[in-house]
C-alpha cells in the first residue's frame, strides 16, 4: 500500500521527542495546534483569541497520560495532523463547510483525551466506573467527549465557544464534534465503512445531491477521522514501526495486568513473551487499513 501522507515535517518531532519545551507553547499538542488551527482560521470562527485557544490546548493536553506508550498527546497531534492533511485535499474541501472542518480539528485534538491506555473491554471485564457510567458501550469514546466539553466550558480561560453568538451554530458543532468523535470506537468500524463504500456508489447525480444535505457529509467526516486515527500504518516506515512498537507495549501491558488480575485476556496475541510485531501490523493492515484506505482514497467526494 502507497504512503498517501506527507512524510516526517512534523510527525518525527512530536513521535521521537516534543519540540522544545516552552511556557508559550507547552507540548505537541498545544505546538501543532496553534499552528493548524491558525492555519485553518478557526480562532476567526469561533470568535475566540488566541489567548483562549492556547489555554484550552493546553487545558486538553495536560489531561492526556504522558505515561501511556501510545495514547499520549503525541497521538493526538499525530491524528490532528493527518486530520488537516486530509482536509487539504481539495476532494475533500469541496465536499465540507468550514463548520465542518472546524468540528474535524476539535475532534482529532480531543479524541483520546485521559485514555487510560486500557481498552474498553478491559474496562468492561473489570467492572471500571467509566464502563459503569456508559452502561458498556463506547466507554471511552463517550468519556473522551464529555470531558472535552467538562474541560472547554469549566473555565472561561478556555472556554473556546464562549463568543459564539449562534446557539445553533453551537449545537451544530458539538454534536458534529461528538459524532467524529464516537466513530473512533473500532467496534463499528466496518459498519462505518460499508455505509461510506455504499453512499459513495450511488450514482453520481444523487450524491451530490445527498453531499449537500446532512447525512453523507456526516459519513465523510466519520470516515476522515477514522482514516486519521489509525493513519500511521501509512506513514513513512521509520515511523510505522515507531508506533507500532507503542501501540504493542500498550498492550502487553494490558495483557500483563489481565492476567494479574484473572480477567478474561482480551488480545492473547499480545504476550511480550510471544508476540511478533511486525506479523500483528501486518494482520492489522490487512483487516483494518488496506480496504478502508482504498476506499477513502480511491473514490471522488465531489
Known amino acids: 500500500m502507497a504512503t498517501i501522507l506527507p512524510s516526517r515535517t512534523v510527525l518525527w518531532i512530536t513521535v521521537r521527542g516534543n519540540p522544545p519545551h516552552h511556557v508559550f507553547w507547552g507540548g505537541p499538542l498545544t505546538y501543532l495546534g496553534l499552528k493548524i488551527f491558525s492555519r485553518f482560521g478557526v480562532c476567526e470562527f469561533l470568535s475566540c483569541p488566541e489567548a483562549t485557544l492556547r489555554s484550552w490546548l493546553q487545558g486538553i493536553e495536560a489531561n492526556y497520560h504522558s505515561t501511556n506508550s501510545y495514547h499520549n498527546s503525541s497521538h493526538a497531534a499525530d491524528v490532528m495532523h493527518a486530520t488537516a492533511y486530509f482536509l487539504c485535499k481539495e476532494r475533500v474541501k469541496q465536499s465540507l463547510d468550514q463548520i465542518d472542518e472546524v468540528a474535524a480539528l ?7 483525551v485521559d485514555h487510560p491506555g486500557r481498552t474498553n473491554s478491559f474496562l468492561c471485564n473489570a467492572g471500571s466506573e467509566l464502563a459503569i457510567l456508559y452502561n458498556d458501550t463506547a466507554v471511552l469514546e463517550s468519556h473522551h467527549a464529555a470531558l472535552a466539553f467538562q474541560i472547554t ?4 480561560k478556555c472556554n473556546i465557544f464562549k463568543n459564539m453568538e449562534s446557539r445553533n451554530e453551537y449545537r451544530t458543532l458539538r454534536q458534529a464534534i461528538i459524532d467524529m468523535v464516537l466513530a473512533t470506537e473500532m467496534t463499528k468500524h466496518f459498519e462505518h465503512v460499508n455505509k461510506f463504500v455504499n453512499s459513495i456508489n450511488k450514482p453520481l447525480a444523487a450524491f ?4 449537500n444535505g446532512f447525512y453523507n457529509r456526516i459519513l ?3 470516515m476522515l477521522i477514522k482514516c486519521a486515527d489509525i493513519s500511521n500504518p501509512c506513514r513513512p516506515l521509520e515511523l510505522c514501526i515507531e508506533w507500532a512498537g507503542r501501540i504493542s507495549e500498550e498492550y502487553f501491558a494490558q495483557t500483563d ?3 494479574r488480575q484473572s480477567l478474561p485476556v482480551v488480545m492473547p496475541v499480545f504476550d511480550r513473551n510471544t508476540c511478533s510485531i511486525p506479523k500483528s501490523q501486518i494482520s492489522f493492515i490487512d483487516y483494518f487499513i488496506t480496504d478502508m484506505f482504498d476506499a477513502w482514497d480511491g473514490k471522488d467526494l465531489r
Not at 466550558?153 to 472561561?156: E, H, L, N, P, Y
Open 153 to 156: 466550558t469549566r473555565d472561561d
Open 220 to 222: 465523510v467526516k466519520r
Open 208 to 211: 451530490i445531491i445527498d453531499l
Open 106 to 112: 476539535i475532534a482529532a485534538t480531543v479524541h483520546d
Open 257 to 259: 495486568e489481565e492476567k
